[in-house]
């Protein structure tokens, strides 16, 4: 018989919601030597990798990595976009029953996605003998990783405090899943003050813990740790854990049971693993880049990283897998805090540009609805069934509200989608808004802000952060291998998310 081709038994897809590339050395003094380092000093990191498309945010970025494909191919235009003259959420699915709880949290699937991810093609491969799972928080990190012939995709339901699937998948949860809900770990994490890992005063990558810049952890909760999680717990529920490192914590023990429930990395061919750490995004918008919170959690984060690497060395045996780490979207200094050390940077409103929009296009075409929906991506999404009602052109309507946007001080390209092409952009911009563009699923028109501005309000009291746009502190990630047959080094050329 002839030998086979040597594969990985195990691959393991990491994606870290929010994590901007210089986290790798901003904190690198501090980290372990089995989580980050570990990867940087014995696997292959990408130094130079970039999102090839806006909007950058969570459903495009999990799509994007986990089927090498752009928004305008593979359908998922953001994590809300307009689909048949509605606003829809990327995953959600009135088809599809929730599975393992009576939430509507699992009314979910990958309908939206047009094309195969990795699992996808794995399983065409093997005939449907390698097995594909998807863990996280968030279920379109779940389940836009897991693709559409996954084994199965998981994520977290806030009302019952337990991993849920849908129909889509099975009709009942596995009994791993069921053996592992049953070991109530959230209320575990939850049971306890959130200090920091070590003492406050040694946070130095960091602002002042009580400050100006950072929201609330949740809705009347102020972000200032020690964090009180069983009191917030009683208040708030589940949903707490989110804006908690242990979040991540929760998300890995999940992957692990299902290495062990599944017998991932132990099967005849390759199987295949997506892990989505959704925490780092929850702290991350509601404190920003520089607060003591996201930087304890990248500390926490790297421990559970060594901790999960060494489970890995010991149940699939180190060198049988083979494992990358990246991230979805970086994400934006707050501006407040930037404007206080004299930085050019601010918001727009993006709610008042719309509805100015609208009063607009009323007003010149003698609309009694609005034409423009109350959407986001950077994206002005035309109603066509108010202005097909009206006996008004689409063409003459764009370009209006093209001609009306380039007069506002907040942007520095406004651009008709369909005619991109012919549009005055620099190359790296306009490459990011064409792949970007999905037609009919984004909106007509694009903006892109100036640097450092970003849509929200430009508000002295704005906190926390946001992401989407084409600038470095959005699409510049990091990307590591390691593992099977990964040799040790680096590359500075510049690489996709898609690749």
């Known amino acids: 018989a002839q030998a086979q081709p040597q594969r990985p038994k195990l691959v393991v897809g990491i994606v870290i919601d929010q994590m901007r590339w210089d986290y790798l050395y901003r904190y690198y003094a501090r980290y372990g030597e089995g989580g980050f380092k570990r990867m940087l000093g014995e ?94 928080l968030k279920d379109r990190a ?133 892990i989505s750490c959704s925490s780092t995004d929850y702290i991350g918008h509601q404190v920003g880049v520089n607060a003591i919170e996201t930087e304890d959690c990248y500390l926490r984060l790297d421990k559970a990283l060594a901790d999960f690497f060494a489970y890995l060395d010991q149940t699939v045996g180190k060198g049988n897998y083979l494992t990358f780490l990246t991230a979805d979207h970086g994400a934006a200094h707050n501006y407040n805090m930037l404007r206080s050390h004299k930085y050019p940077a601010g918001g727009w409103d993006y709610d008042a540009t719309t509805q100015a929009l609208n009063d607009h296009l009323k007003d010149k075409f003698h609309l009694t609805e609005n034409p423009v929906f109350p959407e986001d991506n950077y994206q002005f999404t035309f109603n066509k069934g108010v202005l097909a009602k009206a006996d008004v052109d689409l063409d003459d309507a764009v370009e209006e509200a093209v001609k009306w946007l380039k007069q506002q001080k907040d942007f520095i390209y406004v651009v008709d989608n369909e005619h991109l092409v012919e549009a005055a952009i620099p190359a790296p911009i306009k490459e990011r808004l064409i792949n970007g563009y999905c037609h009919g699923r984004s ?17 002295p009291q704005y906190k926390g952060t946001q992401h989407g746009q084409p600038f470095p502190y959005d699409t510049h990630i990091p990307c590591i291998y390691y593992g099977w047959n990964v040799p040790h080094g680096e590359t500075t050329q510049e690489t996709h998310i898609t690749d």
Request: glycine share 8%.
């Open 43 to 136: 696997g292959f990191s990408v130094e130079n990798c970039k999102i090839p498309y806006i909007p950058s945010v969570t459903a495009i970025g999990h799509s994007s990595i986990w089927t090498g494909s752009v928004p305008s191919i593979h359908g998922i235009a953001g994590n809300n976009f307009v689909k048949d003259g509605k606003v829809v959420y990327c995953t959600a699915d009135d088809t599809v029953n929730p599975v393992g709880s009576d939430s509507k949290a699992g009314k979910m699937s990958p309908r939206n996605l047009w094309v195969t991810t990795i699992g996808d093609e794995l399983r065409l491969a093997t005939n449907n003998r390698s097995k594909v799972i998807g863990v996280a």
């Open 142 to 274: 779940s389940i836009l990783p897991a693709g559409h012939h996954a084994n199965g995709a998981f994520w977290f339901d806030d009302k019952s405090g337990k991993f849920i699937t849908s129909t889509f998948y099975m009709e009942k949860l596995p009994e791993w899943v069921n053996k592992f809900n049953k070991q109530k770990l959230p209320n575990k994490y939850l049971s306890k003050k959130w200090e920091t890992l070590y003492p406050i005063d040694s946070y130095k990558e960091s602002t002042s813990d009580d400050n100006n810049y950072e929201n609330e952890i949740v809705e009347g909760e102020k972000a200032v740790l020690p964090l009180d999680l069983p009191t917030l717990y009683k208040k708030h529920g589940y949903k707490i854990l989110r804006s908690t490192p242990f979040g991540c914590n929760l998300t890995f023990d999940i992957a692990k049971a299902a290495i062990e429930g599944e017998n991932l990395g132990r099967n005849t061919d390759t199987d295949l693993l997506t």
């Open 443 to 459: 909106g007509e028109i694009t903006v892109v802000t100036h640097p450092q501005y970003f849509g929200g309000k430009d508000d």
